[in-house]
């Protein structure tokens, strides 16, 4: 059989998304969710850093199709891996939106980031990982953009040291914060502002006398856990850029058997 005999075979296939359905019913998200992929973001230091994020990617579809283009979601990703950061991110929402015909368009993205830090004494140089988040939503209107970091601290509680002849509990906790905006701004900035609202900060490489310092700054630094969300949001409040923010601590409680847990949010 010759190629042009084969080419004339060949039916165009049916296009089942595209078909109406009878149900009558919106969808206000359909899309790809979990789907692990390398991308580059910014980094400070360095430019740019490759990450691999775990992604969602949604659209709306309206009540007459049946389905939406799933593999569509993944071309354009493939297509812009490699300019994911605060300042494209309202042009690939709006990528999304157009490439699949909808109405609004939704993307979570969720990446481990990794900020080379210095010991307190040593100054031994190690990286340490924060888990960041890009969360965006485009009607065709507008584009609302949320910016998250989770991050590890440290704190002692204020209570334990007050009744307490000698020593007072600590803990490891995270805290999370999601930001609104109004220009360009920093991750390792946010970062550091949240690192130095608790009682003290995590490493991945210490020596003895960087574990003395660390132990001793936090004791002299004891704080709950609604310590810690009303520092960090008193030191947002001072930049008028974070026009919107949310904060929450949990605290891994090293002597109760459950987790202290605090969130306040800006109106």
């Known amino acids: 059989m010759g190629v042009g005999q084969f080419a004339c075979d060949v039916q165009p296939m049916i296009d089942i998304q595209n078909s109406k359905d009878e149900r009558n019913i919106d969808i206000k998200k359909v899309g790809v969710k979990g789907l692990?992929?390398?991308?580059?973001v910014l980094d400070r230091a360095r430019g740019t850093q490759p990450v691999n994020a775990t992604i969602n990617m949604y659209?709306?579809?309206v009540r007459?199709?049946?389905g939406t283009h799933m593999s569509r979601f993944v071309e354009v990703l493939n297509e812009i891996r490699e300019q994911v950061n605060i300042?494209?991110?309202?042009?690939?929402?709006?990528?999304?939106?157009?490439k699949l015909h909808a109405?609004?368009?939704h993307i979570e993205i969720e990446f481990?980031?990794?900020i080379e830090k210095t010991a307190p004494r040593s100054r031994a140089k190690s990286l340490m990982e924060y888990r960041c988040q890009f969360m965006g939503t485009s009607n065709g209107g507008g584009v609302d953009f949320l910016v998250g970091m989770v991050v590890p601290v440290t704190t002692v509680c204020p209570c334990s040291k007050e009744i307490s002849s000698s020593g007072a509990h600590n803990q490891r906790g995270i805290v999370t914060v999601r930001v609104r905006f109004k220009k360009f701004f920093w991750i390792e900035d946010v970062i550091k502002l949240i690192e130095e609202s608790a009682s003290g900060e995590v490493y991945s490489l210490m020596k003895r006398i960087d574990e003395k310092f660390v132990t001793e700054k936090g004791y002299e630094n004891p704080m709950f856990v609604e310590d810690v969300v009303r520092n960090v949001a008193s030191r947002l409040n001072q930049d008028s850029n974070f026009t919107w923010y949310s904060v929450e601590a949990e605290n891994f409680e090293s002597i109760h058997n459950h987790s202290a847990y605090a969130c306040v949010e800006k109106e």
């Not at 692990?36 to 580059?40: A, G, L, Q």
């Not at 991110?89 to 157009?98: A, D, G, Q």
Request: net charge positive.
């Open 36 to 40: 692990k992929y390398p991308i580059v």
């Open 87 to 98: 300042r494209t991110f309202h042009s690939i929402l709006e990528k999304i939106r157009i």
């Open 112 to 114: 481990p980031y990794f």
């Open 59 to 61: 659209v709306n579809l």
């Open 103 to 105: 109405e609004s368009a």
């Open 64 to 66: 007459r199709f049946k």
